[in-house]
């Protein structure tokens, strides 16, 4: 149920239409006439709020409860009514004012759950590692454009998909696939890493060795309603971890005491000559 934004004119003119012909239909049917004079004026003012909002609404019960008295009521083509008329009137205004109210506070409540939502994928678009989001059964609902580029698929072909389709993650050492952190986390509800040495392996086949975190995503009353999961190529560190082992491999068999320093003269590195 969403609110159209239209120009006061047409929601005003929707309310009065709307009421008209509940007016109509309710004259041509005589079930209607004779039982439930005010059902689909309850329907009415109901779709008066959801297309216009309050204001439209109140005129629509307005005119309901006039046009009611006037052309339904006995006698008919007169405002005057006795006390079960009045009666009943009363009831239907109560009834259709809490129609109104509730209308308006679940169009209240979705325009806040569409804001949230794209405030989240604003958020989760921007950030600079590769995020994936899943909903309550493992399947991708969104993926950052960094995400995208190192699985090597695009939001709209993995949405829907199994995480494990689009997330292919292995041991880098023994080749075994590595377990689904998403599986993990919707079963024990918990915050889960990765394993060192695990290789995402892309839709085109790259091998990008990776870390990352998976974490629930949690309703207000605490459910578990899906998954982040954010990880990041690690590929420059590890080259650079590997270089240093490197280096300091090709220190230890100089046959010359080798010592290194700080800016402050404090030993960040001394080879086995030196020691």
Do not use: C
């Not at 509940?22 to 004259?27: G, H, I, K, N, V």
């Not at 050492?173 to 040495?197: F, S």
């Not at 046959?255 to 086995?272: K, L, P, S």
Request: aromatic share 8%; proline share 4%.
């Amino acid at each position: 149920m969403s609110q159209v934004k239209h120009s006061p004119m047409m929601r005003y003119g929707f309310a009065v239409l709307a009421v008209a012909l509940a007016l109509l239909l309710t004259s041509l049917i005589p079930p209607l006439h004779a039982r439930t004079p005010f059902a689909l004026f309850y329907i009415a003012v109901m779709l008066s709020a959801v297309y216009g909002g309050r204001t439209p609404s109140l005129l629509a019960t307005v005119l309901s409860v006039v046009t009611t008295a006037y052309f339904i009521f006995p006698p008919k083509y007169s405002l005057k009514v006795g006390f079960e008329e009045v009666f009943m009137l009363a009831v239907f205004t109560f009834v259709a004012l809490v129609i109104s109210s509730l209308t308006e506070k679940v169009i209240g409540a979705e325009k806040s759950a569409r804001l949230s939502g794209t405030q989240l994928s604003t958020t989760l678009m921007s950030i600079g590692d590769a995020v994936i989001a899943t909903d309550a059964e493992g399947r991708i609902a969104l993926m950052n454009t960094v995400a995208q580029t190192l699985t090597g698929w695009g939001l709209e072909e993995a949405r829907g998909k199994p995480l494990e389709e689009v997330f292919k993650i292995v041991n880098e050492q023994t080749r075994d696939a590595v377990e689904n952190p998403v599986a993990r986390v919707l079963h024990e509800g918990i915050t889960v890493g990765l394993a060192n040495h695990t290789i995402l392996i892309a839709r085109d086949g790259k091998e990008i060795p990776i870390d990352d975190s998976g974490a629930p995503i949690r309703d207000e009353e605490g459910k578990i309603t899906g998954v982040v999961l954010v990880f990041r190529d690690i590929s420059e560190l590890k080259e650079a971890d590997e270089k240093i082992r490197f280096q300091a491999h090709l220190l230890n068999e100089v046959e010359q005491a080798v010592v290194a320093t700080d800016m402050e003269g404090r030993i960040t590195y001394w080879n086995q000559f030196a020691e």
